[in-house]
């Protein structure tokens, strides 16, 4: 036996038993609130917690203070929502981890409409028989980009392997060096042409790819020409790349199919703001591509989805491949697809309409002025800290339009006790979470994605954070 043992044994003698807690005064109130089940098992693992930070000699606190706070903070944990609304103050608009894109009442109210009771999900109301779940979307779809057909499944990854794995398995498949790309997360475009058993076949350079690259890879075993969006990077400087026409008129020359994966894929012309960078869906299912996809969730402004269009016979195909099943949407995406995509029916009404467009392209003084309120109202509440409304740049996010700089307005504070790392912290664990942007030795609230009725919480949530 160690020296310290009968000091260890001491310690853990003091702890209270389950019972004991249970009975105590918390123990009562949390009773009274949640399940048995779901106190006894917070008590549980909390004093087996101490017990275990004793006996490796990491003690910690012991008072009886900090053992209720623990076991109130652990039932509040297991009692409440993992995923839940925050307040982004980024600027970010598509930001990955913030869930991407924001839907609109009108698109939500359509989910539930449709959710909280039966629907024609799979039946024809004209012909009182089973029907088909994409007939939904793929009328609106193709009006809004041209093409032949159109199909969704789960996300754009999906939609890849899809393609991939329908038009070239065991085939190759040609693209350029400077294509291969990685997203984020798993996808990678070479990984993803390997478990859809294409065969790559890589050409080109990683600046330079030329036409006759393409050409001269071609062979009896060639499935598809593929040209992938750069998305989250680009090649500067000595470049060239071979554009989507010169790559139809090849692949139509040798009898091949063309595809593209877009990425973002915007079905509203940006060359009004100032980006010329970024061809719509329309333009490029016009350059006549085979095969065109593109995410639901991104500059689209949607749910989680990945987007198929292009030539009837070949999206057929894609419907039949037995892997279309296990990507299939479900009920609420398609309510939601159809409602964002009525937006589109008109341009105008899109950019006014959708929450993701607004934010990206709300004039930059309407950013200010919400940032000037934000900043005014912060004043009013909290009395020994500076807050200035500054201009900065937002950025897209979710890999689009990686190139382009969103002139914004942020409320800038510099805390007066605790530092910004701090701040940021504690703004980041509040109810709901503020998750805000440091810049140097500022926190910043970009008021881009600050919506107008998040302005309160926010005002609250800082005045506890900095008192
Ligand atoms: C974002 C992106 C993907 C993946 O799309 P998800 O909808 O996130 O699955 C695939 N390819 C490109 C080029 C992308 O930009």
Known sequence: MTPEAPEK???????????????????????????RKVVVRAIRETLAARRAAVLSDRPGELTRDSLIHDIQALIGRNTSFS????????????????????????????????????SNLEYDLEAGRRGKRHTHTRRL????????????????????????????????????RSELVEIGGSFRVPDVMAASHAVLREIGTTNKTHLQDYSRAISDNTALLLKVHQSNYRIIGFTQEVG???????????????MYDLGSGCLVDLKPFGIHTEPTVQEIVRSGVDVLTFSGDKLLGGPQGGIIVGKKKYIEKIQKNPLARALRVDKLTIAAFEAVLMEYMDETNALAEIPVLKMLF?????????????????????????????????????????????????????????????????????????????????????ARTIRAHEIKGIVDTLTRCLS
């Open 362 to 446: 709300q004039p930059p003084e309407e950013i200010r002025a919400r940032a000037m309120t934000l900043a005014s109202k912060l004043k009013r509440a909290i009395k020994d800290v500076t807050f200035t409304v500054m201009a900065d740049a937002s950025k897209a996010g979710g890999g689009s339009l990686p190139e382009v700089d969103f002139p914004t307005f942020a409320v800038s504070i510099r805390p007066a006790h605790i530092s910004v790392n701090e701040l940021e912290h504690r703004l980041r664990g509040s109810s709901p979470p503020v998750i805000a942007r440091i810049k140097g030795d500022k926190l910043l609230l970009d």
């Open 83 to 118: 995923l839940q609304p925050v307040i982004n103050a980024t600027g970010i608009v598509l930001h990955t981890n913030l869930g991407r894109s924001v839907l609109s009442d009108k698109v939500l109210s359509n989910v539930v409409a449709v959710s909280r009771g039966y």
């Open 244 to 258: 989507i026409r010169d790559l139809v008129a090849l692949a139509k020359k040798q009898r091949l199919p063309v």
């Open 9 to 35: 044994q001491k310690k853990l003698s003091l702890l209270p038993s389950v019972d004991e807690v249970l009975k105590s005064p918390e123990g009562n109130a949390w009773l009274s609130r949640f399940q």
């Open 141 to 176: 779809l193709r009006e809004i980009t041209g093409a032949e057909d159109a199909f969704i499944v789960n996300n754009n990854a999906a939609a890849v392997f899809l393609c991939l794995n329908t038009l070239a398995a065991d085939r190759e498949v040609i693209v350029s």
